[in-house]
């Protein structure tokens, strides 16, 4: 009797076989495995993570010096020439009343006529610069010191209040910033301030 049932069971099963061969449920079937296995392969590998690269270190860029030593306040470090003006006007390091007296003052906190960044000179608008007004952008300013000849064009003219600090501000190239009492035929304090701003075009250096 055992025996019996387990032949009909084998009877039933290969039965079942042919049938779900021979059927539809073989194709669904068959597909299904074939779906299944493909999109396993076809799912890309976990992507390693690359570590951040180290943060990159910003490059200040330094001031260009060319003067060995700062002169003494005081001391002259050479001649503004204007050429629209046919003048030349001798420069002296510090803007305090001595110097204003005798020519042109070196704003002692900025750089030296040549070096990168904003060099300032000021001076009074009833003696040295009585005629600045006369000059404007597109002209040329020339600055002649110990370590060369420095020609500067005038890119922009500006008309600043007397406590405007931007005229002493840094620069990220050479600057030659020129300014004086506005207007120039005011009495008494002037209120303003007339700015010539120029970038420096030419570099002749002395040899040593």
Not at 180 to 189: A, L, M, S
């Amino acid at each position: 009797m055992k025996r019996f049932i387990l032949l009909a069971a084998a009877v039933g099963l290969i039965g079942f076989g042919t049938w779900l061969a021979g059927t539809n449920a073989f194709k669904f079937l068959t597909g299904y495995m074939i779906f299944t296995v493909n999109k396993a392969s076809s799912e890309p590998a976990p992507v390693k993570q690359e570590e951040a690269p180290p943060p990159v270190k910003e490059k200040r860029e330094t001031k260009t010096v060319i003067y060995e030593k700062r002169p003494e306040e005081g001391e002259i470090i050479g001649d503004l020439i204007i050429p629209k003006l046919d003048a030349t006007l001798p420069i002296y390091h510090g803007t305090d009343e001595d110097e204003l007296e005798k020519g042109v003052g070196h704003y002692a906190g900025s750089v030296l006529p040549g070096e990168k960044d904003n060099s300032v000179l000021s001076g009074h608008r009833d003696t040295v610069f009585r005629r600045l007004g006369e000059v404007g952008k597109g002209d040329l300013l020339i600055v002649n010191t110990s370590m060369g000849e420095f020609t500067y064009k005038i890119r922009k003219v500006r008309i600043v209040d007397a406590d405007d600090r931007t005229v002493i501000v840094p620069k990220p190239r050479a600057t030659l910033t020129v300014t004086t009492c506005y207007p120039f035929r005011y009495i008494g304090d002037a209120p303003d301030r007339y700015i010539l701003v120029a970038d420096l075009i030419e570099s002749k250096k002395y040899e040593e």
